[in-house]
């Protein structure tokens, strides 16, 4: 079945610093990659997402790229603020086999410091 | 304007108790979504109707019943509930036959099992 596996966390950044979380997937299909990030407390949110190979999704200062090639979507932000710590979830569907549902990652916690 | 509620936000509970939690969605999607996450953050689907229709029934025990009345609302009914039971329960919408499934998440109902 679908996979995605994330890098472990916590990840602890100072402010302004750049930030790299990397997501790699296992699919059959055609998945569309997705990026959700979770503030303390609240539900989750989309940041963006790509749902084809080179697509790049961006918000808010994320990007990632769909890479086919090396089955990754990593999300990357150039300087880091303290309101971005929250914990950040890649995900897939899976047009290809029908599969409406999300399938997460185990999703990586980022704490920046001021 | 709320676009995926949930209610209640917290349920505090003893085992053996049968509950439930109500989901509505006010995007005119046609499918709706639970998902369990766990006390280490991980989220995984429970279920998913389509129109109505069941399409999605994960590996979940039969104490959990959804019932989705019409297209903008999906409850969860809970019987003989466990300590295991304790965790926040999700509630999702996406729209269209096709297309990447891009879901909207409530804010979450937090269900401790006492």
């Known amino acids: 079945g679908d996979s995605v596996t994330q890098m472990e966390g916590p990840v602890t950044l100072s402010e302004e610093a750049f930030l790299t979380i990397n997501c790699t997937y296992t699919?059959?299909?055609?998945?569309?990659l997705f990026w959700y990030v979770q503030y303390p407390g609240e539900g989750l949110q989309l940041l963006l997402k790509?749902?084809?190979?080179?697509d790049k999704g961006s918000n808010k200062g994320f990007e990632a790229t769909y890479r086919k090639e090396t089955t990754s979507f990593h999300l990357e932000k150039g300087s880091v603020q303290v309101s971005d710590s929250a914990v950040y979830f890649c995900a897939l569907t899976n047009q290809g086999t029908g599969r409406r549902a999300l399938t997460f990652g185990s999703g990586t916690r980022l704490q920046v410091q001021p | 304007d709320t676009a995926v509620s949930q209610t209640p936000k917290y349920l505090v509970t003893q085992m053996g108790n049968d509950k439930s939690i109500k989901c509505e969605q006010n995007?005119?999607?046609?499918?709706m979504y639970w998902y369990k996450q766990d006390s280490k953050k991980f989220l995984k689907i429970m279920f998913s109707y389509n129109n109505k229709e069941l399409i999605i029934n994960e590996t979940v025990p039969n104490r959990f019943s959804p019932k989705s009345p019409d297209k903008a609302h999906l409850n969860l009914h809970i019987n003989s509930l466990e300590l295991g039971d304790s965790a926040v329960y999700f509630c999702a919408s996406s729209s269209g036959a096709s297309g990447p499934y891009e879901q909207y998440f409530g804010p979450g109902t937090r269900l401790t099992v006492t």
């Open positions: 699919a059959t299909g055609y998945p569309s």
């Open positions: 790509a749902t084809k190979a080179d």
């Open positions: 995007l005119g999607h046609d499918t």
